[in-house]
């Protein structure tokens, strides 16, 4: 599923988007929404006579070895102390050291799909500031941010903590989504880079359009949110959702086409191919433990947020 150009999609006014054009990204703009993510707090940690549930401090199982004990039934057979367990004639398993360091990492989808709007914004330029709130979501619950997208040669964004690692990643977003990126290997190329990079307790953002998970393994999605906490953020237009019953001229691969919303068969063709698509993506995710949001070009940037810090899906 991909989303053809409209011919002239409407430009929205500066003050719709605090200064910037709706059609590329800027800085500022996403250095502004510093401010939209740090208001937005995860749920508080459980103290004493509190119920429900609460996020623990530790991130999750590290990577520095901490001590041996002896096996019991439901360790990873992975981190099986196969010397010790010679040495002793007892099985013993690895013990590592918890990680209170988090990695978020973002991974961008730039297909060309996104890169077209006519609400407000482009796809593109809400799935830059999306990504955006979730960096400084990053920096305001302490972990380490980075990012990355479908390419066989540019380097992910490196992991680091602070505002120097949410600035890089920022710049990023900004270059990534100022125009489709000639070198797209696809969203199935950006999660193999992702799934080398996480480790154990990781939270994962991706931000992709609803297109692009078609070409996406389903067991990659399985793989991914057995040991991370996985969200995926579709970005969606509102006339991919509700298009107006009229003749829509289109461009597609630079070739001019018309699609007549008038009629009835055509409009139900389109249910198919974009809102129908959209639900039983996230369907589909959801059946394998992934979060999912779907954000308009019109919705505010940080709307998702509430959904990625508290249990549940909201689509």
């Known amino acids: 599923m991909s989303v053809p150009h409209t011919e002239a999609p409407a430009r929205p006014t500066s003050a719709a988007v605090g200064g910037a054009d709706g059609v590329v990204p800027t800085l500022a703009e996403l250095i502004a929404l510093r401010s939209v993510a740090l208001g937005c707090r995860p749920p508080r940690r459980a103290r004493h006579g509190s119920t429900g549930p609460a996020p623990s401090p530790l991130r999750g199982r590290g990577m520095e070895y901490a001590e041996s004990r002896g096996y019991t039934p439901g360790d990873d057979a992975r981190h099986i102390d196969w010397r010790l367990t010679a040495r002793s ?11 209170r ?3 978020t990492l973002i991974v961008a989808d730039t297909a060309p799909a996104l890169y077209f709007g006519t609400r407000v914004r482009f796809k593109s330029v809400q799935a830059a500031r999306a990504g955006a709130v979730a960096a400084w979501a990053a920096l305001r619950d302490g972990d380490r941010v980075a990012a990355l997208r479908g390419s066989e040669r540019e380097p ?60 996406v393994p389903p067991a ?6 057995q040991h991370n906490e996985v969200a995926v953020l579709l970005i969606e237009d509102p006339l991919e959702r509700d298009p107006p019953a009229a003749r829509l001229p289109f461009l597609t691969e630079r070739v001019r086409v018309e699609a007549d919303l008038e009629d009835p ?39 998702w947020l509430p959904a990625s810090a508290n249990p549940g899906v909201r689509t």
């Open 89 to 99: 004639g007892r099985m013993h398993t690895k013990l590592f050291q918890a990680e």
């Open 101 to 103: 360091q988090r990695l």
């Open 156 to 215: 992910l964004v490196p992991p680091a903590g602070g505002m120097r690692g949410v600035l890089r990643v920022l710049d990023a977003l900004v270059r990534w989504y100022a125009a489709p990126p000639a070198d797209d290997a696809g969203l199935p190329v950006a999660l193999d880079h992702a799934r080398r990079l996480l480790r154990p307790g990781s939270r994962l953002h991706v931000l992709a359009d609803a297109g692009s998970l078609a070409s």
């Open 220 to 225: 990659t999605w399985a793989g991914l949110s």
């Open 265 to 303: 068969g055509q409009r139900q063709r389109w249910r198919q191919m974009f809102p129908d698509a959209v639900a039983a993506s996230a369907a589909s995710l959801r059946a394998r433990g992934v979060r999912v949001d779907v954000l308009a070009t019109d919705a505010a940037s940080h709307a």
